[in-house]
């Protein structure tokens, strides 16, 4: 039997004692970082066989885990955080598992998606998951805009060193959406943000560093709002003109960080050096 198994996004007192049974009873436990499960698995006092099966192993797994599984073996399979097999390596082993006429079954445990929708107050009769924006600007602004065309409420992932870059481009193709932002969910300095997008990233820019990943959600909107362009005159002539014209430096910044889909500071920094 294959046990896919969702563990604590944070407070491990969120454990089900279905996944503490399930843990206790399974031959070997696959997951992503052996570092991570051997403290869940401490906090419980379960002691069991851990494999590493993270998305660069998990391939070459697969063969030897179905044997074990055929054999009769029970192998729960657990992520960092969280439901596992949705964004998650783990899909490709269910999927074998199941063409290979093997049993599975779900211990269902918290999910950061759901935890952060329900806490964020924004319409969620109809929502999609996104995951990761791709890294790079234009791809992510593709994506962007093929999630505001679908017309539902949206989640993303994001980590706290981009997040500021990526309301950013949400502020400059959905302006006048309600934007929730969660980190460190379930944990004891939980939070929430909300507001528009160009007003969390302004929040979080000043802020400095960030700790702990980011759940973004974005409520679907009207079918009314207008994507701002993309300026065709490039960041660096636009500053330029801006500093001749007598604009202040901040408030310049704070123009072109929202016409550009651009952090605020990374923009601030740049009005900076070419002000000297």
Not at 104 to 124: D, F, H, I, K
Not at 143 to 168: C, H, I, N, Q, Y
Not at 171 to 178: E, F, Q, V, W
Request: hydrophobic fraction near 45%; charged fraction near 30%.
């Amino acid at each position: 039997m294959l046990s896919i198994c969702g563990t604590p996004i944070g407070n491990l007192a969120d454990a089900s004692p279905r996944l503490v049974e399930t843990l206790s009873r399974a031959d070997l436990v696959c997951c992503e970082d052996t570092r991570v499960t051997s403290k869940l698995l401490a906090r419980f006092d379960v002691r069991v066989p851990l494999m590493r099966c993270d998305e660069n192993v998990i391939g070459d797994r697969i063969p030897e885990l179905l044997e074990r599984l055929a054999a009769g073996e029970r192998i729960a399979f657990v992520s960092d955080a969280g439901m596992p097999c949705i964004a998650d390596p783990g899909q490709r082993l269910v999927d074998a598992v199941l063409d290979a006429a093997l049993p599975v079954e779900v211990v269902p445990g918290p999910s950061a998606v759901l935890s952060a929708l329900a806490r964020s107050g924004l319409a969620s009769g109809r929502f999609f998951f996104e995951g990761f924006l791709p890294r790079k600007a234009g791809p992510a602004r593709e994506r962007l805009e093929w999630l505001r065309a679908m017309g539902a409420t949206f989640v993303l992932f994001e980590s706290p060193k981009r997040v500021v870059d990526t309301l950013a481009r949400i502020a400059a193709l959905m302006p006048a959406r309600r934007v929730a932002l969660a980190r460190e969910l379930t944990k004891l300095h939980e939070e929430l943000l909300r507001g528009s997008a160009a007003e969390l990233a302004e929040v979080l820019s000043e802020r400095g560093e960030l700790r702990g990943e980011c759940v973004v959600c974005v409520e679907e909107g009207d079918g009314s709002e207008r994507a701002t362009a993309p300026p065709q005159v490039p960041l660096d002539e636009a500053i330029r003109a801006g500093l001749a014209k007598g604009e202040a430096k901040s408030a310049l910044a704070k123009r072109l960080s929202r016409a550009y889909g651009r952090a605020r500071s990374d923009v601030y920094t740049r009005v900076l050096e070419l002000a000297q």
